[in-house]
């Protein structure tokens, strides 16, 4: 039997750990909300605190729903509505998938349709055991880093905050790293074609041209973060707030959407 990453018993047993995800955030709902009662809080600001993050998860989660269907074209759509369901990060499922995939000899885009049951299960192993790196690091060094953050800040309040500004940084910077990765291989194409001696300039240019691919998701970095800007003159100067919470979705569509021409006219 041929394998699909969309077939049924894949949504099946994705829904079954869904369900139970869901099962344990209702019944905390119902105890919370019975101990407000027990506690004699004020069921009308409680009321209102539900309806208030239930409304605000809408915009991450536009984000996610992006994601999903982004990674559904190779992966389908049972494997990435489980990772970004239950234990999974918008930023580093596609990292690692495509990651996966590269260690394999190929891409996620060269998977769309046609992955095989290794290459699947290669993927979701690789996915799920890095992911559960942050599962039981956090209570082995989390109490030990956080008191001594809390310790460091007491000392030096300005370098504690040099030190976790740098300890962001350095994580955005392995992203960016990611996107700027593919870029080497125009520059090294491009000396290389310029060093032959081949005076054919069509195909010359052919070479060089078909090296570009590597720029598609630094266009799509620069466009984002254009947009990301203009959500913060949105937020600041115009006082928008509304935009706070839908910037990151705004700005996925919109990157999603230049990278259709940019890919277009790159290849």
Not at 18 to 33: D, R, T
Not at 78 to 88: E, F, K, N, Q
């Amino acid at each position: 039997m041929q394998f699909s990453a969309n077939h049924p018993i894949l949504f099946v047993l994705v829904g079954i750990i869904i369900a139970a995800v869901l099962g344990q955030s209702i019944y905390f709902l119902v105890k919370s909300v019975r101990r407000a009662k027990a506690t004699n809080m004020d069921m009308t600001k409680i009321k209102k605190t539900i309806v208030t993050a239930a409304i605000f998860t809408i915009a991450p989660a536009v984000a996610i729903v992006i994601t999903v269907l982004s990674l559904s074209q190779s992966l389908g759509i049972a494997l990435p509505w489980l990772r970004l369901s239950v234990v999974g990060s918008l930023s580093y499922e596609a990292i690692a998938a495509a990651n996966a995939a590269s260690g394999m000899g190929t891409t996620l885009a060269d998977l769309a349709g046609s992955i095989s049951a290794s290459q699947y299960l290669t993927i979701s192993v690789v996915m799920t055991i890095s992911i559960m790196v942050g599962i039981w690091l956090v209570p082995v060094i989390a109490k030990k880093y956080q008191s001594g953050l809390m310790s460091f800040e007491n000392k030096d309040k300005k370098w504690s905050d040099i030190l976790q500004n740098s300890l962001f940084i350095g994580m955005i910077s392995a992203f960016v790293g990611f996107v700027f990765c593919d870029v080497n291989r125009l520059w090294s194409e491009s000396a290389r074609v310029v060093e032959s001696k081949d005076n054919l300039t069509g195909e010359i240019v052919e070479k060089i041209f078909s090296s570009t691919s590597g720029l598609i998701p630094v266009v799509v970095m620069a466009v984002s973060a254009i947009c990301m800007c203009l959500c913060g003159v949105l937020i600041n100067k115009l006082k928008w707030k509304w935009v706070n919470d839908y910037a990151l979705p705004i700005c996925m569509i919109i990157g999603m959407a230049v990278a259709i021409p940019v890919t277009a006219w790159l290849g």
